[in-house]
């Protein structure tokens, strides 16, 4: 048994300015308050320990459950990271749930602006009363920081089965590119611009895959890169919940990680998630089965 302190090693396809993929490298860092895994070769389970103001969570799942090819690479500084890859087993499965020959035509939509509410100096540092307005606003992010805020496993996972992901920001400079898909899976979305809200809730067919999604307004500058809170999350003021007034908003479920009872909920365009999987797409067949048909 050993610790785990940097999360998933990713590699995946992504671009922050073209709606075209492209490749590159990253690896995503969890405080070790935050989160720390064990890998338990006696019980053969992969366990996930969360920490927060709630409490603890601990997810374990068994090695045999799972439905990609999860191993570990040891770094220069003494950490360990996973990898996450196709496991050649499941390629029948792949093939009914992957785009590997096109057939499906679904957009994934990338938190970037969430990542950027979440990093140091961000909005919650405003939230914890550690720092005054000029934390609420932030630089935009020059490349993805895959995490528990930014959906990381998700990320992954679409990316490996071949799905074409998009980011807040090409969805912001062009709210239109939506119309060119038949099904768009959100992540969690929690910060998006007043035209990317519009966008997704016009759309006919969106998958809310993670509780909290559309929670808070913010707006862009493009020129000096930046991203402002507006309104939501208690801002500017404190009886202010959902900074759209969504009435479709689900934030009451963003803390049942283990999705033991996941269920979809229809709604006027697409359907929502009654939990957020953190880890759920590693091995729950039905619920992959479910995203995507």
């Known amino acids: 048994m050993f610790v785990i302190i940097v999360s998933i090693f990713l590699v995946f396809l992504l671009s922050y300015n073209e709606e075209k993929n492209s490749a590159f490298a990253t690896s995503s860092s969890i405080p070790k308050s935050e989160d720390v895994t064990k890998l338990n070769k006696i019980n053969k389970t992969i366990d996930f320990f969360h920490s927060s103001d709630r409490g603890e969570e601990n997810i374990s799942i068994p090695i ?10 040891r770094n220069t500084d003494g950490t360990n990271t996973f990898q ?53 606003t932030v630089n935009i992010p ?13 990320v992954v996972i679409f990316n490996l089965l071949n799905y074409s992901i998009i980011t807040d920001i090409t969805l912001d400079k062009n709210p239109s ?21 519009d966008a997704i809730t016009k759309h006919p067919n969106v998958v809310y895959l993670y509780p909290n999604a559309l929670y808070a ?48 909920t229809k709604i006027v365009n697409g359907k929502m998630l009654n939990c957020y999987p953190r880890y759920q797409l590693l091995y729950d067949s039905a619920l992959l089965k479910e995203i995507v048909k």
């Open 217 to 264: 307004e913010v707006k862009t500058d493009y020129t000096k890169n930046t991203m402002t809170l507006v309104k939501g999350h208690g801002y500017p003021s404190a009886d202010i919940s959902n900074g759209f007034g969504w009435e479709f908003d689900n934030s009451k479920f963003e803390y049942d990680y283990k999705c033991k009872n996941w269920k979809f």
């Open 84 to 136: 996450i890859a196709l496991d050649p087993k499941f390629s029948k499965f792949y093939e009914e749930i992957g785009n590997f020959k096109m057939r499906k035509n679904i957009v994934v939509v990338y938190p970037a602006f969430t990542q950027a509410a979440y990093d140091k100096n961000g909005f919650y540092y405003y939230y914890a009363k550690s720092c005054d307005t000029k934390c609420l």
């Open 177 to 197: 590119i939506l119309k060119k898909y038949d099904k768009v899976i959100l992540l969690h979305n929690e910060y998006v611009t007043k035209k990317e809200f």
């Open 142 to 154: 020059k490349a993805p920081k895959l995490g528990y805020h930014t959906s990381q496993t998700a």
């Open 64 to 73: 045999s459950r799972l439905l990609f090819n999860i191993t570990t690479i």
